[in-house]
């Protein structure tokens, strides 16, 4: 699977959109991008995933650049209930490979 | 998706005794795999536990130390045997949704060896 690279932490005020950005150049052609949360204490959340369209869900927008070597995880009016780890995660096998993550702080 | 119960929750256990996780699936699943998640660290993946046959384990981790039991395909056990402090994290449950949303997590287990 394709090695992903996130910027170790990021913060966002409240109600204000939180764009997480992610590096997957080695992605292939059959690799889908997925993108998970996890809040403190808590296992991994599925929020999103695409493989080269935008995507839109009730959680939030992916957007996959036309190469497909890089991503970004869009949660559009960002609430404190949003602080977590965030990761991108670029698979196509069997089994999911985690990377170190975004951790995203919202503030007031 | 599928709901995952994870037992237990928590524990605290001497070094040099071992410890059994118990995941439970509330539908049949294919696939379920182990996660270690040391603190202040992201997930590392431990091994697929696959049914009727020897769990699949990624690099650095053996089956003396975490021997996976996977009796059918809605039930697996992951043992962490003759632990020691470096043992410390949470072990973590997942499952194949079998849609596009990916994998499942369950709650986790807090292991603290002293």
């Known amino acids: 699977d394709a090695k992903t690279t996130q910027p170790p932490s990021m913060d966002c005020a409240e109600g204000r959109a939180a764009n997480l950005p992610c590096n997957h150049s080695?992605?292939?052609?059959?690799?889908?991008v997925y993108w998970y949360r996890q809040i403190h204490s808590q296992g991994p959340q599925y929020i999103i995933h695409g493989l080269k369209n935008n995507e839109t869900n009730e959680m939030a927008s992916l957007i996959i650049t036309e190469d497909r070597k890089s991503s970004t995880l869009i949660l559009p009016h960002a609430t404190l209930r949003d602080t977590a780890v965030y990761y991108c995660i670029v698979r196509s096998a069997s089994k999911i490979i985690f990377g170190s993550g975004t951790r995203l702080s919202i503030r007031p | 998706s599928a709901v995952i119960s994870q037992k237990p929750s928590r524990d605290i256990c001497q070094r040099g005794t071992s410890l059994t996780i118990q995941c439970q699936v509330d539908?049949?699943?294919?696939?379920m795999f182990w996660y270690r998640q040391q603190p202040g660290q992201s997930l590392t993946l431990i091994a697929t536990?696959?049914?009727?046959?020897?769990?699949?384990?990624e690099s650095g981790f053996v089956i003396d130390k975490f021997p996976i039991s996977r009796p059918n395909l809605t039930f697996s056990t992951l043992t962490v045997s003759n632990m020691s402090p470096e043992d410390s994290s949470i072990y973590l449950c997942?499952?194949?949704?079998?849609?596009?949303?990916?994998?499942?997590f369950g709650s986790g287990t807090r292991l603290t060896v002293v």
């Open positions: 536990a696959n049914q009727g046959s020897e769990a699949t384990y």
């Open positions: 539908s049949q699943v294919t696939m």
């Open positions: 997942s499952v194949a949704s079998g849609t596009d949303y990916g994998y499942t």
């Open positions: 080695t992605i292939s052609g059959n690799e889908y």
